[in-house]
């Protein structure tokens, strides 16, 4: 496929129906005809496929997926990309983990495991929570290690929710969010934060969201955010459980999966989970893929009060069992052998990235950043003075002309921002805003 017919495809296929039962009358009548004289069939002769799932005309495909197939198609093509629209940290697993893995596989350790993962890796898990955020989980019947962290926020929701009830979503918010609350049959409800804020959740709003919506069950809670780098600060967190408070029936489902990158002083991110009167109510979802570099290795958990973690238990079963035996031991070092230097360096590292970027943003005209984010390994900075505020075509138009791949604010409910991952190389990087400064000074703002 050429590259021409590759931007054809993308624009079509964001715009077309997910599912739908095939009909020859839907085709221009000569296409219609020319189909019925070549094969001599009756018009009336011809059936229909057999129709999908309805509930997939709700699900919209993830944006990010879809500019990042469509940058490996274009490189398999021979062209050279750069790329910021993953959220995956470009430097190694630690040699531990590798060693760990490779050793997994010849000793053995290649069968099944217990559905909940091994005990070994749990108790590991179970450590780790209590001597850094200071929660206790009991290491039988509160973990649940699944196939990555979307994984175990997919079971968490599942086991938390269903037909009837709304999941209370922050926007920005992750895009995964929002649909797999319409996965298990629950209605998303989109909470505005404000860019003053940085995007941060207000208790005040809050409270009135969840005064307007009583069938609300669960309120999603990314921190550090994916896509804003935003982090709630213990105090924040303090007023939202208050607000909670006065909600005995809502969930919490705290994905923290990037709380090992957080660049305030004291570089600490609070477990939801350890506040008062939270534990009971929380479920937590964490993995490896951004503290350790171990995306490919798919391992995540949650931990919870024991009938969350049953729930989810009895919901792994029944889709994927366990999780990769090589993996999990892979895990086991990770959480036992890395030193804890190896990841305060490559959170320092990553926040000089994010300096970097932060500055050079700074320079570019018609471009903002109100709060700069102090966490995870995004930017998404306010770009809506060009193209109208239409997001999608600017970052289209980026990609077709400087080859430089972002993700459209649109797909996080961000309209007239764009997603910048800054996890790659500072090579990467330098490349990246030199395109991007280019670019916009060949636009014209609106």
């Known amino acids: ?178 649909e797999m609350a319409l996965l298990v049959g629950a209605t998303p409800v989109i909470l505005e934060t404000s860019v003053n804020d940085g995007y941060l959740i207000n208790p005040q709003a809050l409270e009135q969201c969840l005064k307007d919506h009583p069938k609300a069950k669960v309120l999603m809670l990314c921190n550090p955010s994916n896509p804003t780098g935003g982090v709630h600060s213990t105090d924040l967190l303090l007023q939202i459980a208050q607000v909670l408070e006065k909600h005995p029936n809502v969930i919490v489902l705290a994905d923290e999966i990037y709380e090992r990158l957080v660049y305030t002083q004291d570089g600490k991110c609070t477990a939801f989970a350890s506040l008062p009167n939270m534990f009971s109510r929380t ?55 890395v030193d804890e230097s190896w990841l305060e360096n490559n959170a320092e590292i990553m926040k000089r990235k994010r300096d970097y970027v932060l500055e050079e943003l700074g320079k570019m005209d018609g471009v903002s950043v109100a709060v700069p984010p102090d966490g995870a390994f995004y930017v998404l900075p306010d770009v809506a003075k060009y193209y109208n505020g239409d997001d999608t075509q600017l970052c289209l138009d980026l990609l077709k002309e400087k080859k430089l791949a972002l993700v459209p604010g649109e797909s996080f409910g961000a309209p007239g921002t764009v997603r910048i991952s800054y996890a790659t190389s500072m090579e990467e990087l330098e490349v990246a805003m030199t395109k991007l400064r280019e670019f916009l000074e060949g636009c014209h703002k609106a």
Not at 140 to 161: D, R, S, W
């Open 283 to 337: 479920i937590t979802v964490n993995g490896f893929s951004k503290s350790h570099a171990m995306t490919g290795f798919r391992l995540g958990y949650l931990a919870a009060p024991a009938r969350f973690a049953k729930a989810a238990s009895v919901l792994q079963g029944q889709i994927t069992s366990c999780a990769s035996s090589v993996s999990q031991a892979a895990g086991v070092a990770a959480l036992r052998e």
């Open 1 to 178: 496929m050429r590259r021409a017919s590759l931007f054809s495809a993308f624009v079509h296929l964001s715009n077309a129906p997910l599912c739908g039962a095939f009909s020859p009358t839907a085709l221009p009548a000569s296409s219609s005809r020319l189909s019925t004289e070549v094969y001599n069939i009756s018009p009336s002769s011809i059936t229909t496929e057999p129709p999908l799932n309805p509930l997939l005309s709700k699900i919209k495909p993830s944006k990010t997926v879809e500019v990042f197939s469509l940058v490996k198609q274009m490189e398999a093509e021979g062209e050279t990309v750069t790329s910021l629209c993953v959220g995956e940290p470009d430097f190694a697993p630690p040699q531990a983990v590798l060693d760990a893995a490779t050793a997994a596989m010849a000793n053995g350790q290649t069968t099944y495991t217990a559905v909940t993962g091994t005990l070994e890796l749990r108790q590991a898990i179970a450590d780790d929570l209590k001597n850094r955020k200071g929660v206790e989980y009991n290491p039988v019947t509160e973990i649940v290690v699944g196939n990555g962290a979307k994984q175990c926020v997919y079971q968490g929701l599942l086991a938390a929710c269903g037909a009837g009830d709304e999941v209370i979503v922050p926007a920005p918010y992750w895009p995964s969010y929002p």
